[in-house]
């Protein structure tokens, strides 16, 4: 017997048949003696619907209302999984996340989780009922609703599994595992078994979408063992005993911490992030305080930067290269062409039709070479690199849009990731 939180996404629930499964595989698991605590998102494609309603009457909608909005689509499949749980007489009861008291800061619409009221919960598990709470969101200490930001119910299975002190949090979606890359765009990639903290916090933060980025942060830091898996495929009961595996093998993916037995790839996966832009200011007078001066606007501005290059000034000038978010393009091109009258540059340009491509891997950090592997393998696709960074475990390359696919599956190649290791 194990107390499981487990997360269900927005196809795990997008229809009532979805749900009336969803319901059918908590009742195995019940039948199976685990105390559950399930969170879901909202219905497939319905916090896209109430983001485009709030848009159709103000582009820039006052976060607070926009998180009343939002949190709506959650309110509604914890009452049908709940109805559908209690009609095959297993016991449920709902609760939103101000209920359960999720209590976060006062950051509209990507608010933090600081504390759970775990009482509550701990009352109704004693009574052997499950508990549905409603994914991304919580409230503040004003009483106002928050969200978590997109892709929040991750975060608030992890939180609510470490508040608990749950024996794994299992976060079920529409693939059955974190793979090397995105199997829609390679459907080679490989499912991994095992992944570490640190690298799917790297490809969760260079655009895998499969978890949350502060999700695998909470796991991280609370050890909160996190698995990946199916809500298509029959439940596999990994109880208290993480390493268990369907008689299949079809236990999706743990997130955990490097041992010995994990395979030793060199690189463990590609991520690829389609929201990118970039912008250059070229002909800066070069002089202390440059940097600052061009990112501290665009900072007060609210647009977060991501990548940043400064060329080395041969003639006093200098070019200043960096990416934001497309949505924030516009907004950042208007402020750095203020800025470049202010400094007296040359000229801004700028290109919204951009991606990045990473490789990422703890596997990195012992072995030289993998750079050149990977301007390599893009060379010979005639793929040319506009930007590149480095960290410990992870190589980023910005390439022109119209390449991502090729430069995916090339990488994926190179790499050798479809074949186990
Ligand atoms: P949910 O609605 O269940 O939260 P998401 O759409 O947020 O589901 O996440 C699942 C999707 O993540 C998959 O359908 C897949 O296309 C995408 N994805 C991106 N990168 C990966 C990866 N490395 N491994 C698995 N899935 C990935
Ligand atoms: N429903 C929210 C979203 O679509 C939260 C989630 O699904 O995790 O982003
Ligand atoms: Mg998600």
Do not use: W
Not at 47 to 73: C, F, M, Q, W
Not at 216 to 227: D, M
């Amino acid at each position: 017997m194990a107390l499981i939180v487990q997360k269900f996404g927005g196809t795990s629930v997008g229809t009532v048949d979805r749900i009336e499964n969803v319901a059918d595989r908590i009742g195995k698991f019940r039948e199976h003696g685990d105390d559950i605590v399930v969170v879901v998102s909202a219905m497939s494609g319905e916090t896209n619907r109430l983001v485009e309603l709030a848009h159709s009457i103000d582009e820039k909608p006052e976060a607070r209302e926009y998180d009343v909005l939002l949190s709506t689509g959650e309110q509604v499949t914890i009452a049908l999984l709940s109805m559908a749980l209690n009609k095959r007489g297993i016991s449920a009861r709902s609760y939103t996340g101000t209920q359960v008291h999720i209590l976060t800061d006062s950051t509209h619409n990507k608010a933090r989780i600081l504390s759970i009221e775990e009482k509550k919960m701990r009352t109704d598990l004693d009574k052997g009922r499950v508990i549905v709470v409603a994914g991304f969101q919580g409230v503040d200490e004003h009483g106002n609703i928050t969200t978590l930001g997109r892709g929040g119910s991750d975060t608030t299975a992890v939180a609510l599994a470490a508040a608990l002190k749950a024996d794994e949090c299992q976060i079920y979606t529409d693939v059955d595992g974190v793979y090397t890359t995105d199997p829609r765009v390679v459907p080679e990639a490989r499912r991994l078994e095992k992944i570490t903290f640190e690298e799917m916090l790297e490809m969760a933060s260079l655009g895998s979408k499969v978890l949350q980025i502060r999700a695998v942060e909470f796991a991280g830091k609370y050890n909160v063992p996190l698995r990946v898996l199916s809500s298509f495929d029959e439940p596999a009961f990994a109880s208290a005993d993480t390493s268990d595996k369907n008689a299949d093998g079809s236990n999706g993916t743990l997130i955990t911490y490097e041992d010995d037995e994990m395979e030793q790839a060199l690189i463990s996966g590609i991520a690829f992030n389609r929201d990118e832009a970039k912008l250059t200011i070229l002909g800066v007078p070069d002089r202390p305080g440059v940097a600052y001066s061009i990112l501290g606007p665009i900072g007060d501005s609210n647009v977060e930067i991501d990548m940043i290059i400064q060329n080395i000034s041969a003639d006093g000038t200098t070019d200043f290269t960096f990416t934001v978010h497309r949505n924030d393009y516009v907004e950042a091109k208007e402020v750095l062409s203020k800025v470049s009258d202010e400094l007296g540059a040359r000229e801004v340009v700028g290109d919204d039709k951009i991606v990045k491509i990473s490789i990422v891997g703890v596997g990195m950090r012992s072995h030289a070479g993998i750079a050149s592997k990977m301007f390599k393998a893009l060379a010979e696709e005639g793929i040319n690199i506009i930007m590149i960074s480095t960290s410990e475990i992870k190589i980023s390359v910005v390439v022109d849009e119209k390449y991502l696919e090729l430069g995916v599956r090339t990488l994926h190649s190179a790499f050798g990731l479809e074949q186990k290791v």
